[in-house]
């Protein structure tokens, strides 16, 4: 089953609304989670990184005001989008690194689908 | 120069084929490396860790040669189920992964 989820898994919304998605690891405590960001037919993009407890780390070019990401305890991260444009229609994905023996592994989140109409 | 390369693709090979993936990373201090394994319009999943050694599981091969700075992943007898999209994954002592581009596969019938 999943390790991590995310929710929701598709959302269409209106030009200039905000639009929060979440992402739980459920059964192991993640300290970090990173956002991703996918364009058809290209390459996962990581936006930030998501650090329990205190400010995400943006990747340059990524606009913490508008992609605001917050961390509150050691299974969850939120990313909102705030005041959303059609450009910024895209696949987002959470993943978490779970530590243990084969170390480093990457679990995602199934991605949310935004269309900002 | 990027920190990790795929050749994009697509590879178009028939069912029963053997196919080869190269991943070229510029980090020396990368630690970790894997595989994943993208469907269209899916997250990725980790199709296998790649080993110091050299690790196989069932018809999948992948090989890390730290010197070369040189990751590979062979599939043979390719099925159908295997199309996707192959993401060459490093990292380093932290929780620094990168992502390579991947390398989009196509098995025809």
């Known amino acids: 089953g999943a390790v991590v989820s995310q929710h929701p898994s598709r959302v269409i919304c209106k030009s200039g609304t905000s639009v929060k998605i979440e992402c739980r690891s459920l059964d192991f405590q993640a300290t970090t989670m990173f956002w991703y960001r996918q364009f058809p037919k290209q390459s996962l993009m990581l936006m930030a990184t998501?650090?329990?407890?205190?400010?995400?780390?943006?990747e340059q070019g990524v606009e913490k005001d508008k992609f605001l990401i917050n961390h509150a305890s050691l299974t969850l991260s939120t990313l909102t989008v705030t005041s959303a444009h059609p450009e910024d229609s895209s696949f987002y994905i959470c993943?978490?690194?779970?530590?243990?023996?084969?170390?480093?592994?990457?679990?995602f989140g199934e991605g949310s689908r935004l269309t900002v109409l | 120069r990027k920190e990790v390369e795929q050749d994009p693709g697509p590879f178009n090979v028939p069912e029963g084929a053997t196919v080869a993936f190269n991943c070229t990373y510029s980090?020396?201090?990368?630690?970790?490396f894997f595989w994943y394994r993208q469907d269209c319009r899916k997250e990725p999943k980790l199709l296998m860790s790649?080993?110091?050694s050299g690790n196989e599981d069932g018809r999948f091969t992948a090989q890390l040669n730290r010197a070369s700075q040189y990751i590979s992943l062979l599939i043979r007898d390719s099925k159908l189920s295997d199309s996707a999209t192959y993401l060459c994954?490093?990292?380093?002592?932290?929780?620094?992964?990168?992502f390579g581009p991947g390398t989009r596969l196509s098995v025809l019938p």
């Open positions: 998501s650090n329990e407890g205190s400010k995400a780390t943006y």
């Open positions: 980090n020396s201090a990368s630690q970790s």
């Open positions: 994954v490093v990292k380093d002592y932290g929780q620094n992964f990168v």
């Open positions: 790649v080993y110091s």
């Open positions: 993943s978490a690194p779970r530590q243990g023996v084969n170390t480093g592994e990457l679990f």
